[in-house]
């Protein structure tokens, strides 16, 4: 429903945009308009006081007893520069263009290990030793700020398994979530299917489906121990993930042999190392990848993550209607300077005419 004033077609506001023949606007702030409400509140309270009180800028030139036409330029231009400037404060913007921008990527669920024996300290940063979860946090990293294109969720697991993000483009938000990350999150173990199923059942979406398998789809394994927890083995999962056509892609965290890993005293401080067997199971990290078409990496591969991207690239991708931009121009100063002007006129009016 559209009607049309002084030769200008108008249009009802649809999702906040105003059209004004080939004009559109839209208030970005609208809440400061709700102070143009205490404008007629503060003129009915000034007329109802037998003395003048300063409520706002210049108000009591509004009240004088005797007023000649002249003596009412300061009143109208302070009421007229506070409107001007709540109006500039509420932002109103002209909209030149919405576009919807289609792009193309994949959908990539990390699965993270959280585990106890994550914090076995066998890396190491320049000359400081790192534990397995600071060490693969780089990996998490590259794969959300080198990939804007695609969505990327992330499943975390030790005991249990849980959802940390779900498929998404906000890869800042994921990048703050990853930093958060710690040890003892969750109950201790390391239940690797289930982790690995999780994130197979958030990559399950029907549209994105042909003949039973998923397109444009990866899972990462991010791992540092044998399963030891969980409903599902990790082949059981592997097998979920072929039979739906989703790689796996298995990220080894850990050097093998005995490994330094903290001790901690009561308060949570570390007093020491221990020496402790290593129990990454590599060889079914392997078996994971063959089985799903995907690839096994170790860690502390440089050349790994590299590897990965350029693996998965090579696959057909699948299309996004992914980002919708609003194109906009701030009519702030258009409003705020002649707010100014006004209310700086009055001042002047107002001092040059002072009152008898």
Do not use: C
Not at 57 to 64: C, L, V
Request: positive net charge; charged residues 20%; proline residues 6%.
């Amino acid at each position: 429903m559209s009607s049309t004033l002084l030769g200008f077609s108008f249009s009802p506001p649809v999702l906040g945009v105003w059209s004004f023949g080939i004009w559109n606007f839209r208030v970005a702030d609208p809440a400061w308009l709700l102070a143009l409400l205490l404008i007629p509140a503060v003129v009915w309270l000034r007329r109802r006081r037998s003395i003048p009180v300063l409520l706002v800028p210049y108000a009591a030139a509004w009240y004088r007893p005797s007023v000649t036409s002249a003596s009412r330029w300061p009143a109208g231009l302070t009421i007229l520069g506070i409107v001007l400037l709540v109006t500039a404060l509420a932002r109103p913007q002209r909209v030149e263009d919405k576009r919807e921008i289609r792009t193309e990527g994949y959908d990539i669920m990390l699965a993270i290990d959280l585990s106890g024996s994550m914090l076995a300290e066998d890396y190491e940063k320049g000359d400081i030793r790192i534990n397995r979860l600071q060490a693969v946090k780089p990996v998490i990293q590259a794969f959300i700020t080198q990939r804007p294109n695609d969505r990327i969720g992330i499943v975390v697991f030790s005991g249990r398994a849980y959802t940390l993000a779900p498929l998404t483009f906000d890869h800042a938000w994921l990048g703050r979530q990853v930093e958060r990350l710690k040890i003892g999150l969750i109950e201790d173990g390391t239940a690797i299917g289930d982790g690995l199923g999780l994130a197979l059942t958030r990559l399950e979406q029907a549209a994105r489906e042909q003949g039973g398998r998923r397109q444009g789809a990866f899972a990462v394994l991010l791992t540092d121990g044998a399963n030891n927890r969980g409903a599902l083995a990790p082949l059981q999962s592997a097998a979920v993930a072929k039979t739906r056509g989703i790689p796996v892609y298995t990220i080894g965290a850990g050097r093998d042999g005995l490994v330094p890993f903290p001790v901690f005293n009561q308060e949570g401080e570390k007093i020491g190392y221990r020496r402790v067997a290593s129990d990454l199971d590599q060889s079914t990290l392997i078996e994971i990848a063959n089985v799903t078409g995907g690839r096994a990496y170790r860690a502390d591969d440089a050349e790994a993550i590299e590897s990965a991207f350029e693996s998965i690239d090579r696959s057909q991708k699948i299309e996004f209607q992914s980002k919708s931009y609003l194109l906009t121009t701030e009519l702030f100063p258009w409003l705020a300077i002649p707010a100014l002007a006004s209310l700086l006129l009055a001042g002047l009016l107002t001092t040059r005419n002072p009152r008898p």
